[in-house]
């Protein structure tokens, strides 16, 4: 079909339509001006969300591919705003999120001259995306789109990012147009699935473990329901704790930062490990020490959308390259008799509880127990999304996702996330509960967001955590140069008043008895429409939920 003489942003525009998109963001530049206006006309069927940085920006289409498992979209200028976009893409990769980044470009007569914020961006952002293009060619426009959608949601999903010559966008030519991408998976072969049931049919501790993106509800089902049939205790890898409820009785916690030592103990016994979705990355292997590099003592099968994955540093028993929709549907299938090791399912999983009951910590306010009651309190499809430092230990140890996508939070430890990623995911699931925590110092990586929250009516529910330091650092100083604190002290702002600045409401809460009463006030706000912001102010001495700054301070020093 042809459609008419439309100028290459108006096609490109048309292509994002075919593909699905109701959601862009961006922060706008003059070297992609025909997109804006090619979005002007569409406005009725994508939405554009104007963020105040480009990281931000990126970072919520980052989040958005994570929580709707389509392709996040985000248009950023030239050099400045791919750079400060590169966060979002880094982010998507090392998360495996599938997004797609759009750049200005110079126009082709002035290339390679360094030219006002020129930048070759194939080689900058070679090693963090899946592919990097330059759409020269405006009648390859839906070539191009299309390949993008693809690549971003095949195999291992992750970032695409297409350059957008200036001259390029204006130029006018008939483009036939194409239909909506497909998602391309691998499927088990019938040999894997016998080997696996073999496998487990012949060990005493299995373990599962799960991870990875782009699952969805229907997967998740039937790998519970695997579960379920076979008796197998089911771990998740390190910030994809959602991929299984959390409080059914064959969930025994995460394979992450701070995990539970008695579960590394266990994945160290474990005589089968089943790692389905999750990389084997440093996260996960507790520094490659869980599972020992090249050959581990635990049978090993790696299930992994990427085949690339498979045997990258660790040996397999038996390495299979499948979606996860496809290793699930089978894997529900799957009879074994599990009955053997209900002894050994049953203790991790009292071990969990046990590690999930809130300890004390120094202070007044014991964000254990806040996160606890939270538990009980919040609806079950409510979002949580974080960023990174010490903070999110509390949320990761004793929340429990109930449902898949209620965790939304970087497994790459970036920084800045939790505002944007908050901001997106209300901004997908309007009718949701959306808690974002925040680090003092993490907040204000992307603080600013809060306009855009407001601008678009997010009303999520911002929680800072505040303990007057990049704490995650003053913690790893203090193990290895002790009582030398030095750049990680933080003077703060009144973090109410500056919510109140941008049309949120904010307080503060210093002790535990006061946090359901404001908790109750912010979700009221909310439900009017209004963002709201929380302080939690807690002593500096809880430096994780399990130790104190002077109690690694001592253990430095005696050496
Ligand atoms: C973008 C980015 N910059 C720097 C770091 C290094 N880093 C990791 S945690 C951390 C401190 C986090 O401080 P805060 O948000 O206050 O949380 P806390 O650890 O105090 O709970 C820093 C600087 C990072 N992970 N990401
Ligand atoms: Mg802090």
Redesign the pocket.
């Known amino acids: 079909m042809q459609s008419g003489e439309r100028t290459s942003a108006q096609v490109l525009v048309d292509a994002l339509k075919t593909h699905g998109t109701s959601t862009a963001f961006c922060v706008p530049g003059e070297s992609y001006l025909a997109v804006l206006d090619a979005l002007y006309d569409a406005r009725e069927s994508i939405r554009l969300i104007v963020c105040r940085q480009d990281g931000g920006a990126a970072y919520m289409a980052e989040a958005w591919g994570k929580v709707t498992g389509e392709p996040g979209i985000c248009f950023v200028t030239r050099g400045p705003g791919a750079t400060n976009a590169s966060?979002g893409v880094h982010t998507a990769f090392q998360d495996s999120t599938p997004m797609i980044l759009f750049v200005g470009q110079v126009p082709g007569e002035f290339a390679e001259r360094e030219a006002f914020q020129e930048m070759d961006y194939r080689r900058m952002f070679g090693p963090m995306a899946k592919w990097v293009a330059q759409i020269d060619r405006p009648e390859r426009m839906h070539e191009y789109v299309s390949h993008a959608f693809h690549l971003a949601m095949s195999g291992r999903p992750g970032p695409v990012v297409l350059a957008l010559p200036e001259d390029m966008l204006t130029e006018r030519g008939a483009a036939a147009d194409v239909a909506r991408y497909q998602v391309v998976q691998a499927s088990p072969a019938a040999s894997d699935v016998d080997k696996l049931r073999a496998m487990l049919a012949a060990a005493e501790r299995p373990l599962a473990i799960l991870g990875g993106s782009v699952w969805g509800e229907q997967a998740r089902r039937d790998f519970q329901a695997f579960a379920e049939r076979s008796g197998l205790p089911v771990a998740s890898s390190f910030r994809f704790q959602d991929l299984f409820d959390n409080r059914h009785d064959h969930y025994v916690g995460d394979v992450g930062i701070g995990i539970n030592p008695k579960l590394a103990q266990r994945v160290r016994e474990a005589d089968l490990l089943l790692v389905v979705g999750a990389r084997l990355g440093e996260m996960t292997t507790g520094a490659y020490t869980l599972i020992e590099p090249p050959r581990p003592k635990q049978k090993l099968v790696h299930v992994h959308a990427g085949a690339e994955e498979l045997g990258r540093v660790y040996q397999g028993d038996l390495l299979v390259n499948s979606g996860m929709p496809q290793i699930a549907a089978v894997l529900k299938n799957v009879a074994v008799d599990g009955s053997r090791w209900k002894s050994w399912r049953e203790s991790a999983r009292a071990e969990y509880l046990e590690w999930t009951r809130p300890a004390a910590i120094p202070g007044r306010l014991q964000l254990a127990e806040v996160v606890a009651w939270l538990r009980e309190r919040l609806p079950e499809d409510a979002i949580v999304a974080n960023?990174?430092?010490?903070?999110?230990?509390w949320i990761g140890r004793y929340y429990r996702y109930p449902r898949w996508r209620t965790q939304v939070a970087p497994t790459n430890?970036?920084?800045?996330y939790g505002v944007p990623a908050g901001i997106a995911a209300k901004l997908a699931h309007p009718g949701r509960v959306v808690l974002s925590f925040?680090?003092?110092?993490?907040?204000l990586?992307n603080g600013q967001e809060l306009a855009t929250a407001v601008q678009y009516g997010a009303a999520v529910i911002f929680f800072v955590?505040?303990?007057a330091?990049?704490?995650?650092?003053?913690?790893h100083q203090e193990r290895e140069y002790p009582a030398r604190v030095y750049g990680?002290a933080?003077r703060n702002p009144d973090f109410p008043a500056l919510a109140r600045a941008y049309g949120v409401h904010g307080e503060t809460v210093e002790d535990t008895a006061g946090f359901a009463a404001a908790f109750e006030r912010a979700l009221r706000e909310t439900e009017a429409g209004r963002p709201a912001l929380v302080e939690l102010r807690i002593d500096p001495q809880a430096?994780t939920t399990s130790t104190t700054l002077d109690a690694i301070r001592a253990r430095a020093l005696k050496g």
């Not at 925040?438 to 907040?443: A, H, I, K, L, P």
């Open positions: 966060i960023g990174a430092g010490n903070f999110a230990g430890g970036s920084m800045g925040n680090g003092d110092g993490d907040f990586m955590v505040n303990n330091m990049y704490g995650t650092i003053r913690m990680t933080l430096i």
